[in-house]
Structures are given as structure tokens and as C-alpha cells.
């Protein structure tokens, strides 16, 4: 632990170091669920984000799936947007200089359906001012390989990694697909590729069925399960992440609140994505923020930082025998 003694009158320090990227305090708005950040302009005050995160871009753009692409859920919502996104070189052209004028760090989200496409926005992404970081969207199907997921396979998931990172001029971070058996043996795979961190956790994979018309809700059949349903899945896979990398991990799933965040940050996580909130609550980014200096300054410590991989598990020692037991690794 950083030292806890802040001073009568001194503001907590909510900065976080991703790697070599400082952020101004852990928030950050998760993919596809803030748009390309102007959309939100009015309703919060874009500058108090530590980061943005823009809608996942591909090469070309993609119109997305046709309706009905999302449902709501108990305690959260079924999206199968497509990834609906202006691609990557209208982005540059149409979105970067807005994003670049907010000076807060922008992340940008990419996808493909081959290496080559990965590859190929990257380098396409490099030099463009504004740009701080990548986050690399490995969720998707790889084409070529018959549409398993890149995010499924740890050489899959290692070969994308090392694609990007090969062509990027800025921190990458890998977004971790949560629809796997064991999600450590993906993280260690992509921080062996060179990721220079982790993302956790995309939607879990879901359906909906209408009772009245025997029809799946869902246009595409299956989508993305995200928000509060899926917080204590997130809050498990980014705990086990965080124990066996050492690169900042980012805790995303179900956060509402302040006390959701500084879950995720005692759980091992070094920042944290709001996604599914945002529609809730345009402003929730900025809540969290808030609550989160809040608390530091309740708790008295002079950095946010002292409360990261902080879960006590001391008392847990008698139980953690058993091999199903992750504390007893
Ligand atoms: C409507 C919608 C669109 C999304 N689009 C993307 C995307 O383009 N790229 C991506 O990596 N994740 C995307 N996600 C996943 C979110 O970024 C996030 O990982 C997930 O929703 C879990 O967080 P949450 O429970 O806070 O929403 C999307 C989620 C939603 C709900």
C-alpha cells in the first residue's frame, strides 16, 4: 500500500499509469456504448474522462445486423449491433479532430476478420494526432479460420497481438472475449505477445425468445449480454487475470457506480470501462468519478492507486484448499 495519510485540505491523487499512458483517474467509457464521444457532449462534461474509447472501428465501414439488435434483460441488456462503425479512414478524416481538440487520452477500438485487417488498421492509425492508445477487439471471427473467434484461442488471440503491436506507435491494449473456459490462459497469451495490458470483460453471449410470436428477439438470434447481470462474472475473471499478469488489467462489466469501480480496483483492476450505464445514465462516467474522489478522500489516501490488487484474502487462508478454489493457487 501507497501511503494513506492525506493531508486536512490536499485533494486524493485519482492518477493511473496504463503502461506508459497516465490517465487522470481511472474512468473510461467502454466501446460501442458512448459512440465517438461528441454524441455525449451535452449531457456530461466530456473533459473529467480519464479516457475515451470509440466505437469499434474496421477497415470498411459495416452497416451492422438488421433490427431488432437490442433487448433489455433483468439487470442489463441483448445487443447484437454488428459492429455498425464508419471504418477506419472516415474516422480519421470525420471523428479524430474532435476527439483529438478534447485532450483526454483517446483509445481506439479496432477489429478485424483476418490478422491482415488488424494489421492493416493499425497502420493506418499510426501518426494520427490524437491518438494515445489501441484497444484491440479479438471477439470477432476470424474469417479465414472458418469464424472461430481470434478470442477463443490463445494462439489465435497471441497472433493478433503481436500483428498490432508490430505496426502500432502507441500502447495496445487486448480486449478479452469473456465466452472461454479458462480466461488466464488468454491473458498470458496476449502478455506474451506484447500487450501492454488487458481489457476485461466483452459481453457474454446470450439469446432472448419472444413467448408470443415462438421467435427468437434478436434479429441475429444470439447477442451480447452486458451491464449489472454480468458485474460478478467480470469481478471473478478480472480478480484471476490480475494474479497472473503483470500488466495493467481494466475491469469493464455491469459498472454503475463508484463502489462498482473500486470493486474491480480491489479485485486487481488498475482502471475501469463504463459501458451499459452510459444508456442509463449519460452522466454515469462522471458520477463514478466523483464517487471515486470521494472515497479516497473519505478513506484518506493520497492516491487512488493505493487501493488496487488491495482485496484482503488473509482470512480466507483455512478455505482456500480446494483445487476448484481460485484463492488457492
Ligand atoms: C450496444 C453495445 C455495443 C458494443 N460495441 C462494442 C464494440 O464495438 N467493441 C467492443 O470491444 N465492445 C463493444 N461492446 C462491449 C462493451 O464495450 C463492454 O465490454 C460490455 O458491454 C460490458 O460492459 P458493461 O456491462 O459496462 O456494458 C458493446 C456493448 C454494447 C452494450
Redesign the pocket.
Known amino acids: 500500500m501507497e501511503n494513506v495519510s492525506l493531508q486536512e485540505g490536499q485533494v486524493p491523487d485519482l492518477r493511473v499509469n496504463i503502461g506508459s499512458l497516465e490517465l487522470a483517474n481511472p474512468v473510461m467509457t ?4 458512448f459512440g465517438y464521444a461528441r454524441e455525449f457532449e451535452n449531457l456530461m462534461n466530456l473533459h473529467r474522462l480519464g479516457a475515451v474509447i470509440v ?2 472501428i474496421s477497415l470498411h465501414p459495416r452497416a451492422g445486423n438488421p433490427p431488432q439488435r ?1 433487448m433489455e434483460t433483468a439487470c ?2 441483448l ?1 447484437a ?1 454488428g ?1 455498425q ?1 464508419v471504418g477506419v479512414d472516415r474516422f480519421i478524416t470525420e471523428k479524430m479532430n474532435y476527439l483529438a481538440g478534447l485532450n483526454i487520452p483517446v483509445i481506439v ?1 479496432i ?1 478485424g476478420d483476418s490478422l491482415a485487417e488488424y494489421e492493416e488498421i493499425t497502420k493506418r492509425l499510426a501518426g494520427v494526432p490524437g491518438v494515445a492508445g489501441i ?1 484491440v ?1 479479438i ?1 470477432c471471427p476470424n474469417v479465414k479460420k472458418g469464424g472461430v473467434a481470434f478470442g477463443t484461442d490463445p494462439a489465435m488471440a497471441a497472433a493478433v497481438t503481436a500483428a498490432v503491436k508490430n505496426k502500432a506507435d502507441v500502447p495496445v491494449m487486448v ?1 478479452l472475449s469473456p465466452n472461454v473456459t479458462d480466461i488466464t490462459l488468454i491473458a498470458r497469451a496476449v502478455e506474451q505477445a506484447g500487450a501492454d495490458s488487458i481489457s476485461l ?3 457474454l453471449i446470450g439469446m432472448g425468445i419472444d413467448l408470443k410470436t415462438r421467435r427468437p428477439v434478436l434479429a441475429n438470434v444470439i447477442g ?1 449480454l ?2 449489472p447481470a ?2 460478478p462474472v ?1 469481478l471473478r475473471m478480472v480478480f484471476e487475470v490480475a494474479r497472473v499478469v503483470s500488466i495493467p488489467v481494466i475491469g ?4 454503475e457506480s463508484a463502489e462498482d469501480a473500486l470493486e474491480f480496483m480491489l479485485a486487481g483492476a488498475t482502471a475501469v ?5 452510459n444508456f442509463v445514465n449519460p452522466r454515469a462516467s462522471e458520477d463514478v468519478v466523483d464517487g471515486i474522489s470521494a472515497y479516497a478522500a473519505n478513506e484518506k489516501l493520497t492516491s487512488i492507486r493505493s487501493i488496487i490488487g488491495g482485496l484482503r484474502l488473509d482470512s480466507l487462508k483455512d478455505h482456500a484448499t480446494s483445487s476448484h478454489n481460485p484463492v488457492a493457487k
Open positions: 467502454a466501446s460501442g456504448t466505437k469499434g437490442i442489463g441488456m445487443n449491433i459492429l462503425n477500438n477489429l484497444e477487439n471477439s480486449k470483460i466483452n459481453t451480447g452486458s451491464g454480468i458485474k467480470a469493464i462489466g455491469g459498472i470501462q463504463i459501458g451499459t450505464a
